[in-house]
């Protein structure tokens, strides 16, 4: 006869918890926070990540300077069109495999080298005048900067040995050196602007600038050079007095 359901029920009952006996998991409790391992590397007290520090690498940085530095020995020696990895290694004085870590072809050198010589000289052009606040003082420090680098750039001989390559700097760096000419001059500018009434083309003025330097590489002329801040001193008192004689008209 079959088991009336509450029997059923009852004769289950002891199963189930038997098997519920079983299967239970006494709770864990939680482990005490380490100082050590709570919080991730780099964490900090509050939880959050720090960015972890990166040293730069100064030997890479001294290793690329001086491929760089033996770059220029090399082409201006047997000029771009003939420069050899192996003759830059050797004067460098590291292997291929050291050279082929840092550039991947001649190309990549050359290219690196153009930017490399590009951001040389903006970088001291800054450094030279980015403490003078005086506008008469800030140009002259300019004219002096670059009759310095007129009289000690290797630029004409680069010029010389690999024509090809040197115009395609010049071309690569001419407008750009616009710009950079623009930032070191505000002050300069600024000053001309007030005592003229007016805006001067600041755009036209240091493309002016960079061609006479250009054109003295090209066509060196000592005593011309000497007479530049001198000529440039008379235009801008030359405006001065103009706009002071419409004025007063």
């Known amino acids: 006869m079959p088991k009336p359901q509450k029997q059923q029920a009852e004769a289950a009952a002891p199963k189930a918890g038997s098997s519920a006996k079983k299967k239970s998991v006494a709770p864990v409790k939680p482990a005490r926070a380490n100082a050590k ?29 001086n491929i760089l530095a033996a770059t220029e020995e090399v082409v201006l020696q047997s000029g771009a069109d003939r420069i050899s990895i192996l003759d830059v290694c050797k004067v460098a004085g590291i292997s291929r495999g050291t050279f082929y870590r840092y550039f991947s072809s001649q190309e990549d050198l050359l290219d690196t080298f153009s930017r490399h010589k590009r951001d040389s000289f903006h970088v001291s052009l800054t450094a030279a005048l980015g403490q003078i606040e005086d506008p008469e003082a800030r140009l002259n420090a300019l004219f002096v900067y670059l009759d310095n680098y ?74 011309s050079r000497r007479l530049l801040p001198v000529r440039v001193k008379k235009l801008a008192a030359a405006l001065t007095m103009g706009s002071t004689s419409r004025t007063r008209r």
């Open 37 to 65: 391992t709570a919080a991730p590397a780099g964490a900090g007290s509050n939880g959050a990540t720090a960015p972890a520090k990166v040293k730069p690498n100064r030997r890479s940085e001294e290793t690329i300077s």
């Open 150 to 223: 007129l009289e000690q750039s290797r630029a004409r001989r680069l010029l010389v040995v690999a024509p090809d390559y040197a115009l395609g700097f010049f071309r690569r760096i001419f407008h750009d050196s616009i710009v950079r000419f623009q930032d070191v001059l505000n002050i300069v500018f600024d000053d001309w602007d007030e005592k003229l009434g007016v805006r001067l083309d600041r755009e036209l003025l240091c493309e002016m600038i960079i061609r006479y330097v250009l054109s003295e590489i090209l066509v060196p002329e000592s005593a």
